[in-house]
């Protein structure tokens, strides 16, 4: 994805910035404590099957995109439903070319760090899977099977998700999440609504303090129920959207 034009938008209120603020940090430290945690909570116990659990359907699904990615599938033996449903979505993306290091979130901290500006974070690399490791076995297979269906129409999905963030469509973006949590409450609470909670808490606490903070978070965090902007609102704070085609007070009125 091509950033460009998001980084123009931002640049006087990043120059302004004395301290960016991310969700987690990446690179090395982090990567190996993502790995630590996979080996402590990504695996089942020994003889169990990931394939052996999905349904008849699925498992036809499964072969066909584990063969398109290249994969073994007996490296998918053992994996935690829940961690295979990411290595699915995320291999995927890969494939429609899609790239972390492409992100907004990569290009603004590599701008921080070459402006020698502070840098910290929302929460450690850890805590993202800490939440999906917690969901009962059941919940990960319907992930599992549910981005196996879903595959085939992602690419329109991504390309309408991403039209409505240049277009700074909040309230179509709010009901495109909305829609996609319907079927699991529970992930939506524990990767969005709780973290969104704890990050708000971190944020009110940088607004009383005497410098300017840029703060970067993904899209699925500023949308939907229980979104990072209902809980600043929430708390009192004034946001608002600025420099998009809808610019406008955040927070609804009282």
């Avoid at 987690?24 to 099957?49: C, H, Q, T, V, W």
């Avoid at 709010?174 to 990767?191: A, C, E, F, I, T």
Wanted: some cysteine.
């Amino acid at each position: 994805l091509e950033f460009r034009r998001v980084l123009f938008r931002s640049s006087d209120a990043m120059a302004k910035s004395k301290v960016f603020v991310f969700e987690s940090p990446d690179g090395r430290s982090a990567n190996a404590e993502m790995r630590s945690f996979i080996l402590d909570r990504g695996l089942m116990g020994p003889g169990k099957k990931l394939r052996s659990l999905l349904s008849t359907e699925s498992q036809e699904m499964f072969d066909k995109r584990i063969q398109e990615f290249g994969f073994i599938p007996s490296r998918f033996d053992g994996i935690n439903p829940w961690l295979a449903s990411i290595i699915l979505k995320v291999t995927f993306l890969e494939m429609l070319g899609y790239s972390a290091d492409a992100g907004a979130d990569t290009k603004i901290e590599a701008y921080a760090r070459d402006h020698d500006r502070g840098v910290r974070y929302l929460e450690n690399a850890r805590v993202g899977m800490e939440a999906l490791a917690t969901l009962g076995q059941t919940t990960g297979i319907q992930s599992v099977e549910t981005t196996l269906a879903d595959m085939d129409e992602m690419p329109a999905i991504l390309q309408d998700l991403i039209g409505r963030w240049q277009t700074g469509d909040i309230a179509g973006l709010s009901r495109m999440l909305n829609n996609s949590l319907k079927r699991y409450p529970d992930v939506g609470r524990l990767l969005l609504t709780d973290r969104n909670q704890a990050w708000s808490e971190r944020i009110n606490r940088m607004a009383t303090q005497h410098s300017a903070f840029f703060v970067t978070v993904g899209i699925a965090h500023l949308a939907g129920n229980g979104s990072l902007i209902d809980q600043l609102c929430a708390k009192g704070l004034a946001v608002s959207r600025i420099d998009t085609p809808r610019p406008s007070d955040a927070c609804p009125s009282t």
